[in-house]
């Protein structure tokens, strides 16, 4: 079985971060490992508190973790603090040194990185000042998944139009460095449309992926879903494209069989 690692904040109701990233993990076939970037207090309607990791401890994780067991595929989400983001980036040039016993580069782990900024209830994830780390952090993705609110506030493009969410996911691109971003189009009104922005030598590729918006209200935890979703998919060794799409349509059919295991919203059911 392939070893997918997600780096995450951890939410108790299983609906969204590291304990939803694991569980879509295991259900696409992939054994799971965590680290905790920050425990929060929250129930389905609101986080409540949020109370980061010690940076050296998510250094430590990381190192004793990769020493041990290399993932296929690293997923990034809630960072909580401008100095985890930097211990993260430390951590992860361990994937990238010589392998005992060899002088040749391993092959490149590929990374998700979604770059989750605020709960929706408007709790801040990631504090202010780390965003410019996040956005530095973007050259070791092999995919970036903001939402439209991420995306804008990342790249200071107005995103309200479709030449708008392009130019910020070429931002994500051409300027900090992402191999694709996928844009997620669900918090614009109407039909929702995705946007895959591939670098393709030295031009970036756009192809929009649009689809019926399920109805049913507030669903916890879907951007969590995708990117591990597709950080799955790529630790079975699928090519980023195909990735993209199953994970997309893994998502999809989650939302149509929501569950409401709390009082305030449905999680997705796989
Ligand atoms: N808690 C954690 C640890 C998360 O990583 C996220 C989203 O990334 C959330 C909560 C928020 O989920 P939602 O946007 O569904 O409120």
């Known amino acids: 079985m392939p070893v997918a690692l997600t780096i ?6 299983g609906g969204a971060g590291l304990q939803a ?8 076939g992939v054994h799971g490992a965590g680290v905790v970037t920050a425990l929060t207090v929250q129930d389905t ?10 940076p050296s401890v998510v250094l430590e994780q990381l190192r004793v973790l990769l020493r041990d067991m290399r993932p296929d595929a690293v997923k990034i989400g809630m960072l909580a603090t401008d100095d985890i983001a930097l211990n993260v980036e430390l951590a992860l040039e361990t994937l990238d040194a010589p392998l005992p016993d060899s002088v040749a580069r391993p092959p ?11 709960a929706s209830d408007g709790t801040e994830l990631i504090e202010r000042r780390a965003w410019a780390r996040l956005q530095d952090l973007m050259r070791r993705a092999a995919v ?6 991420e995306a804008a506030a990342l790249t200071g493009c107005d995103v309200s139009s479709e030449e708008g969410v392009q130019a910020a996911a070429t931002v994500f691109v051409s300027d ?11 918090h614009a009104d109407g039909p929702p449309r995705d946007l ?15 689809g019926e918006r399920i109805p049913g209200g507030r669903i916890h935890g879907t951007g969590c879903a995708l990117s591990s979703a597709i950080a799955a998919r790529l630790a079975h060794g699928d090519e980023l494209r195909i990735a993209v799409a199953a994970a997309r ?13 709390g009082k305030q919203a449905r999680f997705l059911a796989y």
């Open 8 to 13: 995450a904040g951890s939410d108790p109701t």
């Open 176 to 186: 900090y460095g992402a191999g694709a971003a996928l844009v997620k189009g669900g």
């Open 21 to 28: 990233d694991v569980q879509v993990f295991r259900s696409l």
């Open 108 to 118: 490149r782990v590929p990374i998700v990185i979604d770059p989750v900024l605020a």
């Open 249 to 261: 349509d893994f998502v999809r059919q989650a939302i149509a069989r929501a569950e409401a295991f």
């Open 144 to 149: 970036a998944t903001p939402n439209l609110p």
């Open 196 to 210: 895959l922005a591939l670098r393709q030598g030295a031009t970036v590729v756009f192809e929009w992926q649009g």
């Open 45 to 54: 309607a609101k986080v409540h508190q949020v109370l980061p990791s010690f």
